[in-house]
């Protein structure tokens, strides 16, 4: 005797009950009714759709729309019940539809396959989080940019080779970090254009025999335009390998600002404190005071590397068209999100809360010959040629090695006996503050010009 599975929706075809086990390893429904409400947008679109071209009467149409909305009002409310034999979103929804409204719910599949319903689904999703991401991005860059300002006047060591090579401005430094997320906000803004298209109508694979107003679902949802390829629309997922690496690219620069504000908290550097809202202490050592945001940011950082790769891998074997391999870019896709999300703004908060050292910073600076460039630079316009300008200071800093002062505090006779063309004129240069008040081109970290970049900066951000 055949026995007929009747509970799965899509499954007269098959005379056995599905595998208990393969049906727990196959069923989506765990994670991606995470997109349940858009899925339910998409549906909503997708039935006014198909009622324009009289498929749906105004009653079915009707009856789906009050469906739809206690079904998201249940999902809201935490009562929807959510059942693995219906594998996935789509499904489950479809199937608590049909219950609640008999047969309209059965005709909402019509010229709709579960294959474009999911690509459309998380380009719906992605949308959303990306708008979400963008905002915590502005706060953080929002948050730098008052900082910035605070400490234009700020001078700090500059570094290469983690060693102290010219003084910077603290403002100028904020900047750099400033910078960086311009241009992760432009490569989200960016792949949000290839996202905001809409599959819609690819059907399974071959587009469907009805016939279908695409331009009315895509304006309905917000979408610039229907994809091109009903094929390339239901299996690639290029827009999410794109999003993974602009998300990538943040947290790389993220965990690189978390390393120095880990180094920079450390009793060594004693540059920053970060409030103690932002730390924690050891349960052993009783003078600890951890930088935990800064510290699980850069460990987070890994993970999303991760998820690109595991997307790349999960796409690069998939002959046209849709696979259900393509069922496992959920959960990478959601991680990313959260992870972009909170980290940015546990930045975002923690930023406008962390104090500089002045002090420790600008002797930091002095203890480390950071203005021997300057002397250079100054034999330089005396007239004397730069790689001897080089071997002079080096002389100069090796004194000052010697006898435990920065170059400032070596004597006019002392610098005097490197090079007869040094006046006393040079003491300007030697001081920090004239060695980054030079700086004062495009770029540079003169606090005059720090200030301009952040006005402009805060024009640039200030549209969007
Ligand atoms: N849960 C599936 C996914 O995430 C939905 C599409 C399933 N399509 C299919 N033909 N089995 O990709």
Redesign the pocket.
């Known amino acids: 005797m055949t026995t007929v599975n009747t509970e799965k929706l899509s499954s007269a075809r098959f005379a056995e009950a599905t595998d208990a086990f393969v049906e727990e390893f196959t069923a ?1 429904v765990g994670f ?1 009714q995470r997109m349940a409400q858009q899925d339910i947008q998409g549906s909503l679109a997708h039935a006014a759709m198909l009622n324009k071209i009289g498929i749906l009467t105004e009653q079915e149409l009707a009856d789906i729309q009050r469906g739809l909305a206690q079904i998201s009002a249940e999902i809201e409310r935490g009562e929807f019940v959510w059942s693995i034999k219906q ?2 979103v ?1 499904m489950n929804i479809e199937a608590r539809l049909t219950d609640l409204i008999g047969i309209a719910g059965k005709k909402l599949h019509t010229g709709r ?3 474009d ?2 690509a459309t689904d998380i380009r719906l999703y992605l949308r959303d989080d990306i708008a979400a991401i963008l905002l915590q991005l502005k706060r953080l860059q929002t948050a730098l940019l008052d900082k910035a300002e605070q400490e234009a006047d700020t001078i700090m060591p500059g570094f290469t080779h983690l060693q102290v090579a010219q003084p910077v401005t603290f403002g100028h430094h904020l900047m750099a970090w400033f910078e960086m997320l311009c241009r992760d906000r432009e490569r989200l803004q960016d792949c949000l254009k290839r996202i905001n298209v809409m599959p819609l109508g690819a059907a ?1 694979l071959a587009g469907t025999s009805y016939p279908i107003d695409r331009h009315m679902t895509a304006e309905l949802l917000g979408f610039s335009r229907p994809s091109n390829n009903s094929l390339d629309s239901v299996s690639d997922r290029d827009f999410a390998i794109e999003f993974t690496a602009a998300g990538s690219l943040i947290m790389m620069h993220l965990s690189r600002f978390s390393e120095e504000l880990v180094l920079w908290a450390s009793a060594q550097f004693d540059f920053i404190d970060i409030p103690d809202a932002f730390c924690t202490g050891s349960s052993i050592m009783p003078q600890k005071k951890n930088p935990d945001v800064p510290e699980l940011v850069r460990g987070k950082s890994g993970r999303v590397a991760g998820h690109l790769v595991s997307l790349l891998m999960l796409m690069k074997s998939q002959p046209l068209a ?1 696979n ?1 391999d ?2 496992e870019d ?1 959960e990478p896709l959601f991680d990313t999100a959260d992870t972009l999300i909170n980290c940015l703004r546990a930045f975002a908060d923690m930023m406008p809360h962390v104090k500089a050292k002045r002090e420790n910073m600008y002797n930091s600076a002095k203890r480390g010959f950071a203005t021997a460039t300057d002397l250079a630079d100054y034999l330089v316009r005396k007239g004397m040629a730069f790689r001897d300008a080089h071997e002079v200071v080096g002389l100069a800093v090796r004194l000052g090695l010697e006898s435990g002062r920065d170059l400032s505090e070596l004597t006019l006779n002392e610098l005097q006996g490197f090079s007869s063309s040094i006046g006393d004129d040079v003491f300007d240069i030697l001081q920090l503050e004239g060695s980054v008040a030079a700086r004062k081109h495009i770029g540079g970290t003169a606090p005059a010009q720090v200030r301009k970049a952040i006005a402009e900066a805060r024009q640039r951000i200030g549209g969007d």
Do not use: F, I, L, W
Request: glycine fraction near 0%; charged fraction near 40%; hydrophobic fraction near 10%.
């Open positions: 989506s991606d594998e996935d789509h396959s579960r294959n319903q999911v399974a849709y259900k393509n069922q959920k």
